[in-house]
């Protein structure tokens, strides 16, 4: 357990369904990112928020939302999703943006298949 | 704009033996350089990171890497390989001055540790 728990682990959804993702950290950060994995590509951020405050919007299509009530909760809505947004989310986070040597701490990623 | 690349999709090597993961990376300036571990199923974890200093890091599991700043290069390296190091693993970059966080990953490489 590294102490950034995601929930649900796998999700199963079709392409006019609405779900959320959620992230929860118990570390004490106060930035949260969002990334996406799919096999044999690099890791894509999708959204970062400092304090809050989202900073990062990685060109990502409107039918991912972001949602980050407080500093320890992360939220990714779903909606209208195509099939080759299947993939493994990744929910991340770390001290404060402003000092590039900070370490990222992962969730476990929920895997999502879009039918 | 900065990049990251690591040229091998998977590296094989035999249990005792050492072994060496590739990465090689492009940002103006100076680089802060992280790898990461990322076992079936599980988020990524921190293996060790370069900021400044002395070229060889040392980091979890054994691991080490060197940071050769005339070959744009940060391999990953172990002296003698265990079958549960089997993993993918991800070589990250992020510039010295980026406040915003901004961690650019490596496609992968996969490795395969064979009793």
């Known amino acids: 357990e590294t102490g950034v728990t995601q929930t649900p682990r796998h999700l199963v959804m079709g392409m006019t369904n609405k779900k959320s993702l959620k992230c929860e950290q118990h570390l004490g950060h106060n930035a949260m990112y969002w990334y996406k994995q799919s096999a044999k590509k690099p890791l894509e951020l999708m959204f970062v928020?400092?304090?809050?405050?989202?900073?990062e919007n990685n060109s990502v299509p409107s039918r991912f939302s972001p949602e980050c009530p407080n500093s320890s909760h992360l939220f990714l809505h779903l909606h209208t999703l195509q099939p080759e947004d299947s993939a493994l989310y990744l929910c991340?986070?770390?001290?404060?943006?402003?000092?590039?040597?900070?370490?990222?701490?992962f969730g476990a990623g929920s895997r999502l298949t879009v039918l | 704009a900065q990049s990251v690349a690591q040229p091998e999709d998977q590296v094989n090597v035999a249990e005792g033996n050492p072994l060496t993961v590739k990465c090689t990376y492009s940002v103006s300036g100076n680089p802060y350089l992280f790898w990461y571990v990322q076992y079936p199923n599980r988020g990524l974890q921190f293996l060790l990171k370069?900021?400044?200093?002395?070229?060889l890091v040392k980091g979890s599991y054994g691991f080490e890497a060197e940071f050769n700043k005339s070959q744009t290069s940060f391999h990953l390296k172990k002296p003698s390989a265990l079958v549960s190091d089997s993993a993918l693993y991800f070589c990250?970059?992020?510039?010295?001055?980026?406040?915003?966080?901004?961690?650019?990953f490596g496609q992968g490489t996969t490795l395969q540790v064979k009793p």
């Open positions: 991340a986070s770390s001290l404060p943006q402003g000092s590039g040597a900070n370490v990222l701490t």
């Open positions: 370069y900021i400044t200093g002395d070229n």
């Open positions: 990250a970059v992020r510039h010295s001055s980026s406040n915003t966080g901004k961690l650019i």
């Open positions: 928020y400092n304090f809050k405050e989202q900073t």
